[in-house]
């Protein structure tokens, strides 16, 4: 079994930073792919970023260019860069791992972006 926790979320004002962290733990050996989905209130949850088993990288075009995705192989950690943040990037962020998808998640943080 994995677990997954994940930080660093909070209230920042539109235009302002966040870097979300998420660590796994328990057996940890096969993951390879590592991501974050996002789910907004009365929305459906949106993937964001991925990183796949090879390192090809994918983001959501609403994220293009403001968030970066990376990640520490040896502590199978992801990491979430936010930049430029808007409003409507507020929601409850969700990392995810697994073998060549996401097949485990976190409980989610949530990021507000508001004045």
């Known amino acids: 079994q994995v677990q997954l926790v994940e930080s660093g979320g909070g209230l920042v004002q539109p235009g302002g930073s966040l870097r979300l962290s998420c660590a796994a733990s328990g057996n940890i050996f096969s993951i390879n792919a590592m991501g974050w989905y996002r789910q907004a209130p009365g929305k459906e949850r949106e993937l964001v970023a991925f990183?796949?088993?090879?390192?090809?990288?994918n983001y959501a075009d609403s994220v293009k260019g403001r968030f970066t995705i990376s990640r520490d192989n040896v502590k199978k950690t992801v990491y979430l860069q936010m930049d430029m943040l808007k409003p409507e990037d507020t929601a409850v962020y969700y990392c995810?791992?697994?073998?060549?998808?996401?097949?485990?998640w976190g409980k989610g943080t949530l990021v507000t972006v508001s004045l």
């Open positions: 995810g791992m697994g073998r060549y998808g996401l097949d485990y």
């Open positions: 990183i796949g088993s090879r390192g090809t990288i």
